[in-house]
């Protein structure tokens, strides 16, 4: 297998999108409604990125020996899975005050932790999936087909005679297959991808795709009541994500501070932001909401590089690597899956 240098661009655009999950997830409060929609909506792209850059960068090891590629990567991940859960549990227990829910089992304890199961979940699809030996036609078309499904019993339910919605825990840990699958394709014709696109057709797809996610969910609320803050996925959230996707890939950038805390950092922010939106609610209470996002990012940064620094075994643990070396523990950089 060819050995590439490394894209630090895309360990940059992996800091700002776990900052775009941050901004998800916090309490935007007394914000304009309409200007709460368009930040949402901005950042939806975020959780898409990180499948798509997870199918790019598992092909090759994939490619080269599927069995073990499934097992490492899988074994991580649940580990992972297992400890954030552990860690969110009591905040579910306060909430609830009940010790096990089922749903614990498919989305963690927490409602952020589905990307881990879905990710599993993907994996494992692809596993048995490529036992049938499909083409690359079919594969795309197998990841074209579960993308509208995860739209037509979501946002686009009920538009169709007989289908409607189901949960979001059913349906959004099913977004993992269109993306990993399209990561796969776009790294294994990586040489030929390049030559027809770059940095200005990606910019043009996130403007495109923004755009088009505002029409879909201002049409939706206006047929349907469908609030705009809710909407997990839409047509143009793939549009968008594979625009910042596209950028990623082709405006190579340098070596920075930012790239290193993208590659090392990212993951550790996207499980554990939650606990410093939890810790320091009653400081947000009193500050502009449109802050809450820059100050969780800044202090979930600063603690996950505490940890690093003076913690590294800690650090390990929490990213689900026990046994290899400091500098390659780390899920979700440019080769964190083998």
Avoid at 51 to 62: D, R
Avoid at 253 to 271: A, D, F, P, R, T
Avoid at 278 to 292: N, R, V
Wanted: proline share 5%; with cysteine.
């Amino acid at each position: 297998m060819q050995t590439k240098s490394r894209n630090y661009t895309i360990d940059l655009v992996r800091l700002i999108a776990s900052f775009c999950v941050i901004a998800l997830h916090v309490d935007l409060g007394i914000a304009n409604n309409d200007t709460i929609a368009l930040i949402r909506l901005a950042c939806r792209w975020a959780v898409p990125f990180f499948f798509l850059v997870s199918g790019y960068f598992y092909q090759p090891h994939f490619a080269k020996d599927p069995t073990r590629a499934l097992i490492k990567n899988c074994s991580r991940l649940l580990k992972v899975f297992v400890i954030t859960s552990l860690i969110f549990w009591p905040i579910s227990y306060a909430r609830t005050g009940e010790l096990f829910k089922f749903s614990y089992l498919q989305d963690g304890t927490h409602l952020h932790l589905w990307f881990l199961p879905s990710m599993i979940l993907g994996f494992v699809f692809l596993y048995f999936l490529s036992l049938l030996h499909p083409s690359d036609k079919i594969i795309l078309g197998v990841a074209f087909l579960f993308m509208a499904f995860v739209l037509f019993k979501d946002s686009y339910a009920n538009l169709v005679p007989g289908l409607s919605a189901i949960p979001n825990h059913h349906k959004r840990i099913l977004l993992s297959i269109p993306c990993l699958c399209f990561g796969m394709y776009i790294r294994k014709r990586e040489d030929l991808f390049v030559r027809y696109v770059n940095w200005k057709i990606g910019t043009l797809l996130v403007v495109l795709g923004y755009g088009l996610q505002i029409i879909e969910a201002y049409f939706l609320k206006s047929i349907k009541d469908y609030p705009i803050t809710a909407h997990q996925f839409l047509i143009g959230t793939f549009y968008m994500s594979m625009g910042v996707f596209i950028i990623s890939l082709t405006a190579r950038s340098g070596k920075s501070k930012l790239s290193n805390w993208g590659e090392s950092y990212s993951l550790l922010i996207y499980l554990y932001h939650p606990l410093l939106i939890i810790s320091a609610m009653s400081l947000f209470q009193t500050t502009t909401p449109f802050l809450q996002a820059p100050l969780v990012f800044v202090l979930t940064l600063l603690m996950v590089s505490l940890i690093h620094k003076y913690l590294p075994r800690l650090f390990n643990f929490l990213s689900g690597n026990f046994t290899l070396p400091l500098e390659n523990r780390f899920l979700l950089r440019q080769k964190p899956m083998s």
